[in-house]
Antibody
C-alpha cells in the first residue's frame, strides 16, 4: 500500500522557519518525482515545488521561490520542505504528493499524504 | 502562468443526475489536464489524467473530455459519494495550476 506521511507542521510566528518532512512507503521512492502542494483555508490547491528523482531538477512557484527549499533523501525514502521567512499568507495545509510519469509528460499527482497544517501567526 | 477557470463554482444536483463541470485554460495545454475530487478534511484524489484517462479504481460514471483549452468532467448518474469539490489542474508547464474548484452540493 502506498503511503505518504507528512510531519513538522505547527504554529510559527511571521518571519520564522519550519521544516516539513514526508516519509514514503509502498513504492519505489528513489525513482519517483515528487512535489509539495499547499491549500490555504477555503482555497484551491497550489503546486509550490517539485523535485525529480535525482534532485537535479527542481521548480518553485513564484510565491515561495527564495524562501522555500525542496530536498529529498532517497536512502531514507524522505522528502523535505525547508520554509523560511514565513508569512501569514503561507498558512495552509501542506501535502506531499507523488508525480507519476504520463507518457512524455508529468505534473499531476496520483498519491497524496494526509497533509500537515502550518499556521503563521503572532 | 497558465490560468485555469472552472464553471460553475457551485452546482446543486440530485442523486441520479448527470453533472457537467467545465474547465478552460488561458492558453493551449494539449491534453495535459487532470481532474481531482476533494472531500472536507481529505487530500484531493485524482480521477482522470491526460484529460480523459480514468484512474484505476475510479467508477466509470466519471469521464473527461476535451483538448487544447476547453475541458469537461462529466458524472453520469450522480451518487451520494460524489458530493464533493472538483478541481482541474494543468500540467502543460510549471507552475502547474489548478482551477478554483466546483462544489457539487445536494439539491
Amino acid at each position: 500500500e502506498v503511503q505518504l506521511v507528512e510531519s513538522g507542521g505547527g504554529l510559527v510566528q511571521p518571519g520564522g522557519s519550519l521544516r516539513l518532512s514526508c516519509v514514503a512507503s509502498g513504492f519505489s521512492f528513489s525513482t519517483s518525482k515528487m512535489k509539495w502542494v499547499r491549500q490555504a483555508p477555503g482555497r484551491g490547491p497550489e503546486c509550490i515545488s517539485y523535485i525529480n528523482f535525482s534532485s537535479t531538477g527542481m521548480y518553485y512557484a513564484d510565491s515561495v521561490r527564495g524562501r522555500f527549499t525542496i530536498s529529498r533523501d532517497n536512502a531514507k525514502n524522505s522528502l523535505y520542505l525547508e520554509m523560511k521567512s514565513l508569512r501569514a499568507e503561507d498558512t495552509a495545509v501542506y501535502y506531499c504528493a507523488r508525480v507519476p510519469r504520463d507518457g512524455d509528460g508529468y505534473g499531476y499527482a496520483d498519491y497524496w499524504g494526509q497533509g500537515a497544517l502550518v499556521i503563521v501567526s503572532s | 502562468d497558465i490560468q485555469m477557470t472552472q464553471s460553475p463554482s457551485n452546482l446543486s444536483a440530485s442523486v441520479g443526475d448527470r453533472v457537467t463541470v467545465t474547465c478552460r485554460a488561458s492558453q493551449t495545454i494539449s491534453s495535459w489536464l487532470a481532474w481531482y475530487q476533494q472531500k472536507p478534511g481529505e487530500a484531493p484524489k485524482v480521477l482522470i489524467h491526460r484529460a480523459s484517462t480514468l484512474e484505476n479504481g475510479v467508477p466509470s460514471r466519471f469521464s473527461g473530455s476535451g483538448s487544447g483549452t476547453d475541458f469537461t468532467l462529466t458524472i453520469n448518474s450522480l451518487q451520494t459519494d460524489d458530493f464533493a469539490t472538483y478541481y482541474c489542474q494543468q500540467y502543460r508547464g510549471f507552475p502547474w495550476t489548478f482551477g478554483q474548484g466546483t462544489k457539487v452540493e445536494v439539491k
